[in-house]
């Protein structure tokens, strides 16, 4: 696609609920990660994904978080029993080759609010 | 823990000054350097990226690095309202560059 794609845009989930976090990269980018940007916060590593593979896991805040990707395309963040301190913008960047060096280019990101 | 701090602003400039943007970082190993910028409501868009000392020009934009004294800022030029923006520093949290650290970002605000 013309961009990297994120889905929902809002998201707005009980305390408790699980949530699945949908982000499209640039065709053809090998290289995925996953952010998320706290209110006034800066924005906080998640995931790094290069294919299929995660060799980067160390951001994911707890065992609640999970993301995955296939055919090294789409990948889906998934946050369980959500809490209010989830609530936050999920952002997702793709890159053609690993490292931030390149430059990767953000999605819009998903704001999910957990009430 | 590695950290990246930045003044959380508001910097205000009158069109056609010098922005200028500092950031500090904690860890002396960091190989490269990035300043993002982010529109209200926006996703980061990346300005440059700097990983020797020095300067580096792009256009209206210069980063400057000092890695003995772990800081790096971004200065632009003939600031225009269309640079009103928060600009988040980042720096790469391993060799391979595949994750970075960023600071909370500084609100820069041009008046006409």
């Known amino acids: 696609g013309a961009g990297v794609s994120q889905s929902p845009s809002n998201k707005v989930t009980e305390k408790g609920k699980d949530v699945e976090l949908r982000c499209d990269p640039i065709?053809?980018?090998?290289?995925l990660y996953w952010y998320r940007q706290r209110l006034g916060q800066g924005l906080e590593f998640l995931i790094y994904?290069?294919?299929?593979?995660?060799?980067?896991k160390s951001g994911l805040p707890s065992d609640r978080f999970s993301a995955e990707r296939t055919g090294e395309s789409v990948s889906t963040l998934t946050i369980q029993r959500t809490q209010q301190e989830d609530s936050a913008v999920y952002l997702c960047?793709?890159?053609?080759?690993?490292?931030?060096?390149?430059?990767?280019?953000f999605g819009q990101g998903t704001r999910l609010t957990v009430v | 823990q590695k950290e990246v701090e930045q003044n959380s602003g508001p910097l205000s400039v009158p069109e056609g000054a010098i922005a200028s943007l500092n950031c500090t970082y904690s860890d002396r190993g960091s190989q490269s350097f990035f300043w993002y910028r982010q529109y209200s409501g926006k996703s980061p868009e990346l300005i440059m990226f700097?990983?020797?000392?020095g300067d580096k020009e792009d256009g209206r934009f210069t980063a400057q690095l000092n890695k003995a004294s772990q800081y790096v800022s971004l200065l632009i030029r003939d600031s225009q309202p269309s640079d009103s923006a928060t600009y988040l520093c980042?720096?790469?949290?391993?060799?391979?560059?595949?994750?970075?650290?960023f600071g909370k970002g500084t609100t820069l605000s041009v008046s006409s």
């Open positions: 994904f290069q294919g299929n593979s995660a060799p980067d």
């Open positions: 700097i990983y020797s000392n």
């Open positions: 960047a793709s890159s053609l080759v690993p490292g931030m060096n390149t430059e990767a280019f």
């Open positions: 065709s053809g980018h090998t290289a």
């Open positions: 980042a720096v790469t949290a391993n060799q391979a560059g595949t994750a970075l650290i």
